[in-house]
T-cell receptor, first 114, second 115 residues
Framework: EDKVVQSPLSLVVHEGDTVTLNCSYE??????LLWYKQEKKAPTFLFML????IEKKSGRLSSILDKKELFSILNITATQTGDSAIYLC??????????????FGTGTLLAVQP | EAGVAQSPRYKIIEKRQSVAFWCNPI?????LYWYQQILGQGPKLLIQ????????DSQLPKDRFSAERLKGVDSTLKIQPAKLEDSAVYLC?????????????FGPGTRLTVL
């Protein structure tokens, strides 16, 4: 059975800290890995990773994929209270007619304290 | 650009009652998804539409859940009858197509509580 596992489940840090969130996967027909940020309800897209070793970067957030070891990390530097959210990792795994089916992990709850 | 719209935002019902959720995707998006997110878990895909056709409903509990997208735009998800374990946030998402480069955009969700 396809699965996506995230760690830690929750994390509390202080503003200015750097955090690393982990995502490992066991998925048939892997196509890409995506990171989403979920505040309140709607997940918002952060990154899509398809190739190993190529870092994607957006401001203080960066992510990288290792397709050999089947994991990805999301780094957040100089954290701010506005970074507090659930960070979801999802793997795109085509299934039947669903060419871009997403399988989500349980998420990491990040709390940034002032 | 307007985002994915969902209604209602919150719904409280008793078990064995029926409930329906509505979703209006981003204009021009051919692919629409319904996800169920139980507290403490990631979203789980229930059904995916491409225009008005179903491409994947393998995880939809078809004895009680149904969904339709008759004109290839709006969609409704219905639960009849509801059970306690159906309490969750129901997220609708849409994407331009169903290819791997087509980012899924999520709506605000409907929080369902079944008492």
């Amino acid at each position: 059975e396809d699965k996506v596992v995230q760690s830690p489940l929750s994390l509390v840090v202080h503003e200015g800290d750097t955090v690393t969130l982990n995502c490992s996967y066991e998925v048939t027909n892997f196509r890409s890995l995506l990171w989403y940020k979920q505040e309140k309800k709607a997940p918002t897209f952060l990154f899509m990773l398809t190739s190993s070793g190529i870092e994607k970067k957006s401001g203080r957030l960066s992510s990288i994929l290792d397709k050999k070891e089947l994991f990805s990390i999301l780094n957040i530097t100089a954290t701010q209270t506005g970074d507090s959210a659930i960070y979801l990792c999802a793997v795109e795994a085509p299934y039947g007619g669903a060419t871009n089916k997403l399988i989500f992990g349980t998420g990491t709850l990040l709390a940034v304290q002032p | 650009e307007a985002g994915v719209a969902q209604s209602p935002r919150y719904k409280i019902i008793e078990k064995r009652q029926s409930v329906a959720f509505w979703c209006n995707p981003i204009s021009g998006h051919a692919t629409l998804y319904w996800y169920q997110q139980i507290l403490g878990q990631g979203p789980k895909l229930l059904i995916q539409f491409q225009n008005n056709g179903v491409v994947d409903d393998s995880q939809l509990p078809k004895d009680r859940f149904s969904a339709e997208r008759l004109k290839g735009v709006d969609s409704t998800l219905k639960i009849q009858p509801a059970k306690l374990e159906d309490s969750a946030v129901y997220l609708c998402a849409s994407s331009l197509g169903a290819g791997s480069t087509d980012t899924q955009y999520f709506g605000p969700g409907t929080r369902l509580t079944v008492l």
